[in-house]
């Protein structure tokens, strides 16, 4: 375990975030859909400045093409399974969000519109599709770190690796749902432990396309398409019957809902082999 690269990347990354929590607090709103742009955004940066700074720090720093290559931002080939698995990363939240929907549905959490707005859902889809790809920029900054921090975490074990990975990423958002962000209705720490577990589990789904495809487009796509795309989607075709609580029954990955979906995937791709499949044990 590269343990000094680790440490750095994640006081810098934490202490970015923090910085940047602190800064919305003051001189922003938690809820306003700007703020949550421009101060989100400089968050979602923080991780691959922890990267940088990590590299740069212990010596590991090889110039910038290396740097590239070695978190997956380089494309490599075959490009036929980088094409796949895009379109899995892209395909993916929108088929876990249509799977807890229905369990919410099912659960008496959630209400369809009736009739189904299909007009309003596609036309919403395609605006959302206009924005994405300039957004996954911001996605980029956040992936780039965990494509970085993912590897030296896999000496602890292939799911130990994963899970740590999941973990740090959930408690990275601390800093704003510690302050009610997403979650504005429960206690700052009750939502962070219901992001923290959500994350784990988007997490370990990306950490597989990761691995699987050996670049680190398909989680960046993956990232994006969650955002984006799928969580735009509930209030669109129904609405959860306590609006109170609505994250906790439609959002991914903060929603209950998700997680049982997110958990059969999981289950389904671990009964396959398919996260061993791609693993690389260290020696």
Do not use: K
Not at 20 to 43: C, H, I, S, T, Y
Not at 95 to 108: D, E, F, N, Q, R
Not at 244 to 259: E, F, H, Q, V
């Amino acid at each position: 375990m590269p343990w000094r690269e680790v440490t750095i990347f994640l006081a810098v990354t934490f202490g970015g975030i923090t910085l940047v929590g602190l800064l919305w607090a003051g001189l922003g709103d938690m809820n306003d859909q700007r703020d949550a742009l421009v101060f989100g955004g400089l968050g979602m940066l923080t991780p691959t400045l922890g990267a940088i700074a990590a590299t740069r720090l212990t010596g590991a720093y090889r110039g910038p093409a290396r740097f590239l290559l070695d978190t997956g931002v380089t494309p490599s080939p075959p490009w036929g399974r980088l094409v796949r698995y895009l379109a899995v990363g892209l395909l993916l939240p929108l088929v876990i969000m249509a799977a807890a929907l229905c369990i919410g549905s099912l659960a008496g959490v959630y209400r369809f519109v009736r009739p189904f707005p299909l007009d309003s859902l596609l036309a919403g889809l395609g605006t959302n599709l206009v924005t994405f790809v300039p957004l996954l920029v911001l996605m980029l900054g956040e992936e780039l770190g965990w494509g970085y921090l993912l590897p030296r975490l896999l000496p602890l074990g292939l799911w130990p690796g994963l899970l740590a990975s999941g973990t740090i990423w959930g408690l990275f958002h601390a800093p704003l749902t510690l302050q009610g962000y997403l979650f504005p209705t429960l206690p700052g720490v009750v939502g962070t432990l219901v992001f923290t577990l959500g994350s784990v589990l988007l997490a370990v789904l990306m950490g597989w396309l990761r691995l699987a495809s050996a670049n680190l487009w398909p989680a960046v796509v993956l990232h994006g398409s969650s955002n984006l795309l799928a969580n735009p989607i509930p209030p669109t075709i129904g609405q959860a019957t306590d609006p109170a609580t609505a994250n906790l029954a439609t959002s991914l990955p903060g929603g209950w809902p998700s997680w049982v979906a997110m958990a059969v995937i999981i289950a389904g791709l671990a009964a396959t082999g398919r996260y061993r499949r791609h693993y690389r044990p260290q020696s």
